[in-house]
Structures are given as structure tokens and as C-alpha cells.
């Protein structure tokens, strides 16, 4: 049985009673291995035991692979995840969220939740995720990006800035950053950073988050917030500083099924170990009333042009009309209906971090196709490609320059391993030369 601290068990002990001990138990049983596949990309050759109930194409794992060494975990296949956490799944289909919604994560790093919420909208929804620092908004950037979609915006900074776009959201996801009690199995040092400070610390935080998702969100919007924690004070008491005269909570009908804990009727839903196959997870279902106080979206002009580099038409795919729109020295494109929303963003003068998909670089008379691109679901799937086996793949993902492994006489050659598109190689003559993000690339393993 893992040693935990005295007072966290006397609070666990007040929401569970005789469920303690079955609790304490399933904290030193190994841990299961989770997966979230992206539709859109199928194909993985990972060791599937058996589905996770509450979300669709999520999967348990026979053993933990080397993640590391698998071009598909690279190229955006799945995404590891933590098998609770997914259990937003289920609330968002319950939902039923509809075409053309705009959706906040506000806390949205890593951005295993945000690809949740992408796999629930078509592509006229929008998704906007923010993180506080550019450093995790960098990391939530390459998983959204490998994730392959366009409808979605990434902005940094203190979510106060969000207020000035006058943006509302049909949904706001808020995982809270928290104090990480369902966390202990999974991180063991949790256990001993966990102290009635870092409680106090992490509930200041999130009242002032929730107070902002509350002005963000539209009448008869959701706010779902969510927690990796247990105590009241991180959740129960968060939610309740939002006026029940313009937030109800809104009950999760699958609570029973899934065996979630309740303290009572309307409180948070609570994920625990010893009554699900995950970690700790807590979250709150609430809808914002009609009669709600609004602010207007801001008007902006678009300065987006289709038809400014017209030779890029040949990396797409795409049904459905695009923009294009030049910002720091990159060429990006997003669907039509979002130019508007993201020169909002830019001129509110709101820390803007990625959109879109960036297609590369104009340098003089060339255009230097960029990463991103190779990883969308759009992408033309008739572009000159290079079959690597699992060492060349490797090599490429190490950002090591290949030699000509076959002649071509195109200039820029896509790499791939069996199904999963791993990035661009730029054709010498010489050899192939990588392009492949050297801040993502393979150091050791």
C-alpha cells in the first residue's frame, strides 16, 4: 500500500468511507496504459487489449510500448492518454455538440483534450486552445499539429487577454491546473508536493479562471470544468462562486454506467481508481442561462487572400473554401469561415501562437513547404513520396540527412513509413536533405 499523506486520507476517507481502503489498494496496482487513435488517421500497429468503454477509438494496451520508436506515435496516429481524462468523451456526445460551434480549452496543454473536442466537430466548427507560457503552448502546438486538422487557433498568455477579443464560445473546456491528488499513482513525486498550501495555491487560481470562463461563455453555452483532483475546495467550492442564477449544473447521464462518485445531487463527478480502470478525474457539467448579460463580436475586416500564392493549391485536398494569410514570415491557411475570427485575435492584440495550418515560407522565388502541412488530414496524397523502412525512419525522425535511397526529379519528396507521412526531405541530387523540426527530433532512446 503506498504511503500517503495523513490528512489527504482523512479527506479521502470523508468522500469514500468504507471505499478507503479498496481506494489506497488500487493506488499500488500497475498502472493501465491508454490510447487515443485519430479517426482520421487509422492505421498503428500498437498491442490492443481492449477498448475504453466512455470513449470512441480509445484504446487499453497489453503493455507500454516504446513510443518513441513508433513513426505513427510521430506522425500523429494516436496520442497517449490518460484513460479518465477521456471520459469528456462521453460528456461532449452527450452534448451533441452541432456544426459551426466555437469551442475554448482554456488550459488546453498538453492538448489531449483538445483533440477530443476536435474529433467531436466537423470542420466549420472552430476550436480555440490557450495555455498560459509559450513553452507549453509549444508542446500543445505540435500535438495539435500532428493531429492534422485547420480549425483551430492557439493563443498564450494570462487568460485575462482573452477577454479582449469580445469572442463567446458555445463551450469552454477548463482543466484547471491543480493540486494533482489523481495523480499519485501515475507521478509519485505528487504525493510528496502535496501539501494544504499547493491546495490553497492551486483554488486561488481556478476561482479566477472560472470567473473568466463564465464572461467568455455565450447564453446557453456549457462550461465544462474539470480537475485531476479529489478535495471539495478545488472543485466544489470553484464552481459554486458562479451565480445559480445564471449557471446550472447539467447532470451526466452516464454517471451510473461508468460507476462515477457523486457527494451529493448536483455535485462534481468524481473518476477513482479502484471504481474505474483510470486515474483520478473530477469534473462539473454547467449551462450558462438565456437572459445572460452579452458582448457583441468585434468587426473586423479580413485582409485573407485566396488568391495570393496560388502555386500552394497543390499540397490541399479540400472540399471546402480556404484563406490564406501571411503572419510572421509564414504562409498560413484556414477555413474561410475562421479568417474573420483570427484577425480578430490579431488585431485585439492578443498573443497569438499558431492557427491554421502553416504552409511554409516564401523565400525569394522559392517556397519552402513547412512541416505542418505533411501532417494534415488535407494533404494531397498524390505529392511524391519516399518509402523508408523502420531504421531509415528512424534516421529521419534523429533529423539526419538520408542518402538518395531512389531517383527523383522532384525537388521536395515526402517521407513515409508504411501509412504514417513523417515530414519533408528537399531532393540535392546529392542526398535528401531533412527538414524535419529539429525541436521534435528523436535524441535518444
Not at 399 to 412: D, G, H, M, Q
Amino acid at each position: 500500500m503506498i504511503a500517503l499523506p495523513v490528512k489527504f486520507i482523512e479527506n479521502i476517507s470523508a468522500f469514500l468511507k468504507d471505499e478507503t481502503e479498496a481506494f489506497q489498494n488500487a493506488l499500488a496496482e500497475p498502472l493501465d496504459v491508454s490510447v487515443h487513435c485519430n479517426k482520421n488517421k487509422p492505421t498503428h500497429a500498437l498491442p490492443i487489449k481492449n477498448n475504453v468503454p466512455w470513449s470512441k477509438n480509445s484504446f487499453y494496451l497489453i503493455e507500454r510500448p516504446l513510443f518513441t520508436t513508433d513513426p505513427y506515435f510521430h506522425a500523429g496516429h494516436y496520442y497517449v492518454q490518460e484513460a479518465s481524462s477521456m471520459i469528456l468523451s462521453a460528456v461532449f456526445d452527450q452534448l451533441k455538440l452541432g456544426k459551426g460551434i466555437h469551442i475554448l480549452d482554456m488550459c488546453a496543454a498538453p492538448g489531449g483534450k483538445s483533440l477530443l473536442l476536435l474529433d467531436q466537430i466537423d470542420e466549420t466548427g472552430f476550436l480555440h486552445a490557450h495555455d498560459a507560457t509559450p513553452l507549453r503552448a509549444e508542446i500543445l502546438r505540435q500535438n495539435l499539429v500532428k493531429w492534422g486538422h485547420m480549425n483551430c487557433l492557439i493563443t498564450t498568455g494570462n487568460s485575462n487577454s482573452l477577454l479582449k477579443s469580445g469572442m463567446k464560445y458555445d463551450l469552454i473546456l477548463l482543466d484547471a491546473p491543480c493540486s494533482g491528488e489523481g495523480m499519485f499513482r501515475k507521478e509519485k513525486e505528487a504525493i510528496n508536493q502535496w501539501n494544504d498550501s499547493k491546495v490553497n495555491y492551486c483554488s486561488k487560481i481556478q476561482n479566477e479562471l472560472i470567473q473568466i470562463a463564465a464572461e467568455l461563455c455565450k447564453e446557453n453555452g456549457y462550461i465544462i470544468y474539470s480537475t485531476c483532483t479529489y478535495n471539495t475546495l478545488e472543485n466544489e467550492s470553484v464552481t459554486q462562486i458562479l451565480d445559480p442564477e445564471f449557471f446550472e449544473p447539467v447532470p451526466f447521464n452516464e454517471a451510473q454506467n461508468y460507476n462515477l462518485h457523486q457527494l451529493n445531487e448536483n455535485a462534481h463527478y468524481r473518476c477513482f481508481p479502484h471504481r474505474i480502470k483510470g486515474e483520478g478525474f473530477t469534473f462539473k457539467i454547467l449551462q450558462k442561462k438565456s437572459g445572460s448579460q452579452q458582448t457583441n463580436l468585434k468587426k473586423w475586416s479580413s485582409t485573407s487572400n485566396k488568391q495570393k500564392l496560388p502555386k500552394i493549391d497543390h499540397l490541399f485536398n479540400i472540399e471546402f473554401d480556404f484563406s490564406i494569410i501571411e503572419f510572421k514570415k509564414n504562409i498560413f491557411a484556414s477555413h474561410a469561415l475562421h479568417a474573420q475570427i483570427i484577425q480578430i485575435f490579431i488585431n485585439s492584440n492578443i498573443a497569438i501562437y499558431y492557427f491554421g495550418c502553416c504552409l511554409g515560407e516564401q523565400k525569394g522565388d522559392d517556397f519552402i513547404p513547412s512541416h505542418d502541412i505533411s501532417q494534415s488530414i488535407y494533404l494531397n496524397k498524390t505529392l511524391p513520396t519516399i518509402e523508408l523502412d523502420l531504421k531509415q525512419s528512424l534516421d529521419y525522425l534523429r533529423a539526419n540527412t538520408l542518402p538518395i535511397i531512389r531517383e527523383s526529379k522532384e525537388k521536395w519528396l515526402l517521407v513515409k513509413y508504411n501509412e504514417a507521412i513523417l515530414g519533408w526531405v528537399k531532393n540535392n541530387r546529392v542526398n535528401l536533405k531533412n527538414y524535419y523540426p529539429k525541436n521534435q527530433r528523436i535524441i535518444s532512446y
